[in-house]
């Protein structure tokens, strides 16, 4: 047998580059996928909330679908497939049923809608695990930057995150590092906005493509390069163009607009 044939399964190696929550804004995406282009990385990892909120679900989902190799369930693409939208907020609610019925009124709807509530809810591949929300609530779950001071919690979470390994996840959108012991740093707070993992343990959150809430309406993602060296970027687009379209469309709330341009 040669040492190939002992190498897990399913390696992922760097460079690669990690997106999460788009929700429907296509020109943030499309402004992303150009900026991981340009620097000649091919493999992409989306942590999931593909669709919700924003106007263009339909065409977020063919182009994540068709560049990124592992695709993760988030709240929002789950809640396709709800009856009950009751523990969602009614502006979110009512961005979920209306993207429900964008989608219907797409080709092969209610096989896009299938696909999006059936994403997988984590991807552990070699030393990654990849999640929408927390290792212990992957779709759920909100990990927020005071969390890092809860011991208690953060010992069930780094349980679940691979040993001398990283956990990737969204959901807050705000982006930023959690070192094993250590509280939340912010991109602002690493030199370079990059961090050399060093073999330590992590979770690191990649923060939102399509709606930031950190205070930068750029759009944020993150890459790996082949030194474990992760690193934050964040991207100009037509935050104003989006925020337009959202307000023309009634079911979708005029404060998912706004937030756009103040990046909460
Ligand atoms: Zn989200």
Request: proline share 8%; net charge neutral.
């Amino acid at each position: 047998m040669s040492s190939d044939d002992k190498r897990p399964r399913g390696s992922l190696k760097p460079p690669f580059a990690l997106i999460s929550d788009i929700h429907s804004n296509l020109p943030a995406l499309e402004a992303v996928f150009a900026d991981i282009a340009a620097r000649g990385i091919e493999r992409v990892v989306c942590l999931g909330d593909i669709v919700g909120y924003g106007p263009d679900p339909f065409a977020c989902w063919q182009l994540v679908r068709a560049r990124c190799s592992i695709i993760i369930r988030g709240n929002h693409d789950q809640a396709l497939g709800a009856k009950d939208l009751g523990n969602f907020h009614p502006r979110a609610r009512s961005a979920i049923e209306w993207t429900r019925n964008q989608l219907l009124d797409a080709e092969y709807g209610p096989e896009i809608i299938k696909t999006l509530i059936n994403l997988p809810r984590t991807a552990k591949v070699g030393k990654y695990l990849f999640v929408h929300g927390s290792p212990v609530g992957p779709t759920m779950e909100y990990l927020l930057p005071g969390d890092s001071y809860d011991k208690p919690l953060m010992a069930r979470e780094f349980a679940r995150v691979p040993a001398g390994g990283v956990a990737f996840n969204g959901h807050t959108h705000i982006p930023g590092v959690i070192i094993k012991g250590s509280r939340f740093l912010p991109p602002e707070a690493l030199s370079g906005e990059k961090i050399e993992l060093l073999g330590r343990q992590a979770i690191i959150n990649v923060g939102s493509v399509g709606q930031p809430r950190d205070g930068n309406p750029q759009s944020c993602y993150a890459t790996v390069d082949m030194g474990d060296v992760v690193s934050f970027h964040r991207i100009d687009y037509d935050a104003e163009g989006v925020c337009k379209r959202i307000l023309a469309v009634k079911e979708l709330d005029p404060f998912l607009g706004q937030r756009l341009l103040a990046g909460y």
